[in-house]
């Protein structure tokens, strides 16, 4: 289930937080085929449901349409687009880990969607 869950978990934060007020897209350099179950459920303890969610490749329309790129730890294979900023969120994969090994990294990730909302000047709801 490799890159199947962190980028969902933050888009499900930013969905949440950010309302109508910003808009998210999720994607991964290495897609997995579906989001690990453990990550929903971690998620859906916080009441935010990303069943509706699947990995997503990165395309070129997509960092070209975005004002932040957040990458989590995808070095070389990151998409890169000239003028755009970039954020790299070192975060462990949920892959293979246990549903109280992925609360930490989902906390983690919430918080720093928290900061990232603060940063570009959208009210967290």
């Given at each position: 289930?490799?890159?199947?869950?962190?980028?969902?978990?933050?888009?499900?934060?930013?969905?949440?937080?950010?309302?109508?007020?910003?808009?998210?897209?999720?994607?991964?350099?290495?897609?997995?085929?579906?989001?690990?179950?453990?990550?929903?459920?971690?998620?859906?303890?916080?009441?935010?449901?990303?069943?509706?969610e699947?990995?997503?490749?990165?395309?070129?329309?997509?960092?070209?349409?975005?004002?932040?790129?957040?990458?989590?730890?995808?070095?070389?294979?990151?998409?890169?687009?000239?003028g755009?900023?970039?954020?790299?969120w070192?975060?462990?994969?949920?892959d293979?880990?246990?549903?109280?090994?992925?609360?930490?990294?989902?906390?983690?990730?919430?918080r720093?969607?928290?900061?990232?909302?603060?940063?570009?000047?959208?009210?967290?709801?």
């Open positions: 289930m490799h890159n199947a869950g962190r980028s969902q978990m933050a888009l499900g934060f930013f969905t949440r937080l950010a309302g109508r007020r910003a808009l998210g897209w999720s994607g991964g350099t290495e897609p997995g085929e579906l989001i690990n179950p453990a990550v929903v459920e971690v998620m859906h303890e916080r009441g935010i449901d990303i069943t509706g699947f990995p997503e490749p990165w395309t070129s329309e997509i960092v070209q349409a975005a004002d932040v790129v957040v990458t989590m730890g995808c070095g070389d294979a990151c998409p890169v687009s000239p755009k900023r970039y954020l790299d070192d975060l462990d994969d949920p293979g880990k246990t549903i109280e090994q992925i609360r930490p990294i989902r906390d983690d990730i919430e720093r969607v928290r900061a990232l909302l603060a940063d570009i000047g959208v009210p967290a709801g």
